[in-house]
């Protein structure tokens, strides 16, 4: 464990015992949690693989990442905008006829034959700043048509990801009305889901080559992907969801599903990709050197401060308040801090959580990166006690 020299070994300490009581009460089984500011990394490695025991968590410890597979996707995206494979306001339709000439519906909760023409094609820019004009509905399941039809075509977000071939689960999707005018509203998830496709489909590549070429490779991931090598699946712990009725952690998958890759390679997250504490500090590193990783350059400067600036308008942050706390926006694939109302919440900050338990920022203005992974699956878009904690306890120790 290192000692860093920007951060106050005592209360580093304190990190480790507050995060050790939740492990201890049974919150979680077990997490990786790294604190990195000006090249000084601390890593705290606490519980076991399942409950009730198994093996210890590990600094090299393969988690699934969820929607912090978001960021990556975005970041690849960039490279192509930068080669000038993908144009921020270029229509999709070239490259997804699929959602040519969209039809929306005529207000959120009508019938699906009640629809206008859209204003304007749907564009790279829009599905990265999640304005596509389609998404998660934040309603009681069911509640109006277009969730109804959405479950049913099996296109709606869900944690377990799309079962479907991508080129079917588009045409689905297509087939359905938008709920909001393309540019209109913030939805969740889905823009990124068709960004994956739309960026295949410009480079003539599946996802997970892309995403390896662009990103993995040069960054040195070599843990980060959409499935675990047999060879190391022994490094992906059990996941659990608490259950609603008890509150008992029961498991959230079958540990075998990474054996293979998957039928729907997900850029929103859903279950996107697994990674290790290190892999994502890598390439944390390299958005905080503003593009930079080891004298090379992966992304732009102006590309990094273009994807970390807000883009929400405050009428399309306005129905997800439950998202953005009032003190935050999203930029392109990236929730972007804006307001300063607590220890963490420095204004510039970047990121974005999972929901299977992670939480992964970068602070260029503290020069701070903050990492955690756990096993247990989120209930809500609000951070439980122990990413709160943990954020807490990463802010709290910066000793300048």
């Not at 930068?82 to 229509?91: G, K, Q, V």
């Not at 996802?207 to 990103?215: G, I, K, Q, S, W």
């Not at 953005?324 to 804006?338: A, I, P, Q, R």
């Given at each position: 464990?290192?000692?860093?020299?920007?951060?106050?070994?005592?209360?580093?300490?304190r990190?480790r015992?507050?995060?050790?009581?939740?492990?201890?009460?049974?919150?979680?089984?077990?997490?990786?949690?790294l604190?990195?500011?000006?090249?000084?990394?601390?890593?705290?490695?606490?519980?076991?693989?399942?409950?009730?025991?198994?093996?210890?968590?590990?600094?090299?410890?393969?988690?699934?990442?969820?929607?912090?597979?978001?960021?990556i996707?975005?970041?690849?995206a960039?490279?192509?905008?930068?080669?000038?494979?993908?144009?921020?306001?270029?229509?999709?339709?070239?490259?997804?006829?699929?959602?040519a000439?969209?039809?929306v519906?005529?207000?959120?909760?009508?019938?699906?034959?009640?629809?206008?023409?859209?204003?304007?094609?749907?564009?790279?820019?829009?599905?990265?700043?999640?304005?596509?004009?389609?998404?998660?509905?934040?309603?009681?399941?069911?509640?109006?048509?277009?969730?109804?039809?959405?479950?049913?075509?099996?296109?709606?977000?869900?944690?377990?990801?799309?079962?479907?071939?991508?080129?079917?689960?588009?045409?689905?999707?297509?087939?359905l009305?938008?709920?909001?005018?393309?540019?209109?509203?913030?939805?969740?998830?889905?823009?990124?889901?068709?960004?994956?496709?739309?960026?295949?489909?410009?480079?003539?590549?599946p996802?997970?080559?892309?995403?390896?070429?662009?990103?993995f490779?040069?960054?040195?991931?070599?843990?980060?992907?959409?499935?675990?090598?047999?060879?190391?699946?022994?490094?992906?712990?059990?996941?659990?969801?608490?259950?609603?009725?008890?509150?008992?952690?029961?498991?959230?998958?079958?540990?075998s599903?990474?054996?293979?890759?998957?039928?729907f390679?997900?850029?929103?997250?859903?279950?996107?990709?697994?990674?290790?504490?290190?892999?994502?500090?890598?390439?944390?590193?390299?958005?905080?050197n503003?593009?930079?990783?080891?004298g090379?350059?992966?992304l732009?400067?102006?590309?990094?401060?273009?994807?970390?600036?807000?883009?929400?308008?405050?009428?399309?942050?306005?129905?997800?308040?439950?998202f953005?706390?009032?003190?935050?926006?999203?930029?392109?694939?990236?929730?972007?801090?804006?307001r300063?109302?607590?220890?963490?919440?420095?204004?510039?900050?970047?990121?974005?959580d999972?929901?299977?338990?992670?939480?992964?920022?970068?602070?260029p203005?503290e020069?701070?990166i903050?990492?955690?992974?756990?096993?247990?699956?989120?209930?809500?878009?609000?951070?439980?006690?122990?990413?709160?904690?943990?954020?807490?306890?990463?802010?709290?120790?910066?000793?300048?």
């Open positions: 464990m290192n000692q860093a020299k920007n951060l106050s070994p005592a209360r580093l300490g990190m015992d507050v995060l050790g009581g939740h492990v201890a009460r049974g919150d979680v089984p077990g997490l990786v949690a604190v990195a500011r000006r090249g000084e990394v601390h890593v705290e490695a606490l519980g076991t693989a399942e409950t009730g025991g198994g093996a210890p968590i590990r600094r090299d410890t393969v988690f699934r990442i969820a929607s912090v597979t978001k960021q996707t975005a970041a690849a960039m490279t192509m905008v930068e080669e000038c494979l993908l144009r921020l306001d270029d229509p999709v339709d070239d490259l997804l006829p699929e959602l000439r969209p039809r519906l005529a207000h959120p909760a009508a019938p699906l034959d009640d629809t206008v023409p859209a204003h304007r094609p749907i564009t790279v820019r829009d599905l990265l700043t999640l304005r596509l004009g389609t998404g998660a509905v934040m309603a009681p399941p069911g509640a109006t048509p277009i969730q109804r039809a959405m479950d049913e075509a099996g296109v709606a977000p869900r944690p377990g990801g799309q079962s479907l071939d991508p080129g079917i689960w588009l045409k689905r999707l297509g087939e009305p938008l709920v909001h005018q393309p540019g209109e509203r913030w939805m969740y998830d889905t823009g990124m889901d068709v960004l994956g496709i739309l960026m295949s489909r410009a480079a003539g590549r996802l997970p080559d892309l995403l390896a070429e662009r990103l490779e040069p960054l040195g991931m070599t843990d980060t992907g959409f499935h675990v090598p047999a060879g190391r699946l022994h490094r992906l712990p059990f996941a659990y969801r608490p259950d609603p009725e008890t509150g008992t952690l029961v498991p959230a998958d079958d540990r599903r990474w054996a293979s890759p998957p039928v390679p997900s850029g929103a997250g859903g279950p996107g990709l697994v990674s290790t504490a290190d892999d994502l500090l890598a390439f944390c590193t390299m958005m905080l503003r593009g930079r990783h080891r090379e350059r992966i732009s400067r102006p590309s990094v401060e273009l994807m970390t600036t807000d883009q929400l308008t405050a009428g399309q942050k306005a129905d997800n308040a439950v953005f706390g009032g003190n935050s926006g999203w930029g392109l694939g990236v929730g972007v801090l804006t300063r109302d607590d220890l963490a919440a420095v204004p510039g900050r970047f990121g974005w999972g929901g299977t338990g992670t939480s992964v920022y970068t602070d203005a020069h701070l903050g990492i955690l992974l756990t096993q247990r699956a989120m209930t809500s878009p609000a951070p439980p006690p122990w990413h709160r904690d943990f954020w807490t306890c990463a802010y709290q120790a910066i000793d300048d």
